[in-house]
Nanobody
């Protein structure tokens, strides 16, 4: 099992910055990749960015250009640096870990989610 705890959310004015953190614990060696998702009121959860164990990153339109995903393997922590925030970035941000478990029956992938952290951007 893996446990994820997010922190760093809060209120910020448009144009400001926030850095989110996601601390992982437990069977972290099973983690294949991690990512940040967000869910705005009345909308579906959407992917923002992902990062693999080797540090390869990928961004969706939601995160490209203004957000930077990174990880500190020594601290078992992933980050999302968000700059030039806009009101439309207001959402609950969730940390995700994609785990790979190999058994005698095969290889399985599982998603683990953090509890979410609220980001509110005031225009």
């Amino acid at each position: 099992q893996v446990q994820l705890v997010e922190s760093g959310g809060g209120w910020v004015q448009a144009g400001g910055s926030l850095r989110l953190s996601c601390a992982a614990s437990g069977n972290i060696f099973s983690i294949k990749a991690m990512g940040w998702y967000r869910q705005a009121p009345g909308k579906q959860r959407e992917l923002v960015a992902t990062i693999t164990g080797r540090g390869n990153t990928n961004y969706t339109d939601s995160g490209e250009g203004r957000f930077t995903i990174s990880r500190d393997n020594a601290k078992n922590t992933m980050y999302l640096q968000m700059n030039s925030l806009k009101s439309e970035d207001t959402a609950v941000y969730y940390c995700n870990a994609r785990r790979v478990v190999v058994t005698s029956q095969g290889k399985y992938e599982y998603d683990t989610w953090g509890q979410g952290t609220q980001v509110t951007v005031s225009s």
